[in-house]
């Protein structure tokens, strides 16, 4: 190990692939487009007759873990998986002690999403390549990858050594099968091991996972204050929020409270983000009892 105080370079900032992924796909299957349509509509007609999320079924989702490693090191170790899968056990029940740090004004709005996970396979598949990109690479083998196992009925996950400072990306409900599921950078996955901070706490898989169930990024990935995460509880704010800011960081007019930077789907660091809303639970629910009821 260096000692002494070379310079560690720019911080690590969060960067996700997955609206990049989502619009690739819009252009390549019609369908996607069609079914993304249709699942915004379903969405909206519960929106308006007002769901009750708290008698939503508890589900727990079957997990299958894909670790796609070249160096022995990104092989990484059951527990590790393990401490990954009980992070999202206490994230999407709302269980994260870390919640209370939730500015007052927006504590009511804290979500159990009523989702448990549970690990059903590892799947463990040595890789020639030295690392992959939101090209879904990872999830065939011919590049290098493994495919998932039974998408319809089970969430896939794969770890892996993903390039130009990606922790993840995901693809949103109604696409094509042969590439349904998660990926997450080895560099942060779980809580141990190969997890390093600031994004070792678990957290880009539960980002991930929200556009699995069809969460968007806050800022609505627009540049500015036109974009929406068509979600009406979470303020409409600039771009992304990085690292731990200090409460409040005030854009588009949204004061007093301003962003909600604390959101699992900003981009700040593991450590600063640790809430869903009631408005993106119905989404995810919306999502998972239409699109992907067959994970329940
Ligand atoms: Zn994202």
Request: net charge positive; with cysteine.
């Amino acid at each position: 190990m260096a000692k002494g105080k070379k310079s560690q370079g720019p911080k690590l900032r969060r960067s996700c692939g997955a609206m990049a992924a989502h619009m690739m796909l819009l252009e390549q299957y019609p369908a996607f487009r069609m079914n993304q349509m249709r699942l915004e509509g379903a969405t909206g007609k519960r929106r308006d007759t007002g769901f009750d999320l708290a008698k939503s079924k508890l589900v727990t989702i079957k997990t299958v873990v894909n670790v796609v490693y070249k160096t022995p090191d990104q092989n990484i170790s059951d527990a590790q998986i393990a401490s990954q899968i009980a992070a999202l056990n206490k994230d999407y029940r709302a269980a994260n002690t870390d919640k209370s740090q939730t500015p007052a004004p927006w504590k009511g709005l804290i979500t159990d999403a009523r989702i448990e996970f549970k690990l059903v396979k590892v799947t463990r598949t040595k890789t020639t390549k030295d690392g992959f990109t939101f090209d879904d690479a990872v999830k065939k083998t011919a590049t290098g990858g493994i495919p998932p196992t039974d998408p319809k009925t089970n969430l896939n996950l794969w770890s892996c050594a993903l390039t130009g400072g990606l922790l993840g990306y995901a693809q949103f409900p109604g696409g094509p099968v042969a590439t349904d599921g998660v990926v997450i950078n080895v560099q942060s996955f779980g809580t141990s091991g190969t997890a390093q901070a600031p994004f070792n706490k678990g957290r880009t898989a539960t980002h991930e996972i929200g556009h699995f169930f069809n969460l968007r990024h806050i800022w609505g990935d627009t540049p500015d204050c036109s974009g929406s995460d068509m979600v009406a509880d979470t303020p409409n704010c600039a771009g992304p929020n990085f690292g731990k800011p200090t409460w409040p960081v005030i854009t588009c007019n949204n004061g007093p409270n301003g962003d909600m930077f604390m959101n699992y789907m900003d981009y700040t660091d593991d450590a600063a983000m640790f809430m869903f809303t009631s408005q993106q639970v119905l989404r995810v629910r919306t999502a998972l009892e239409t699109l992907r009821s067959g994970l329940m």
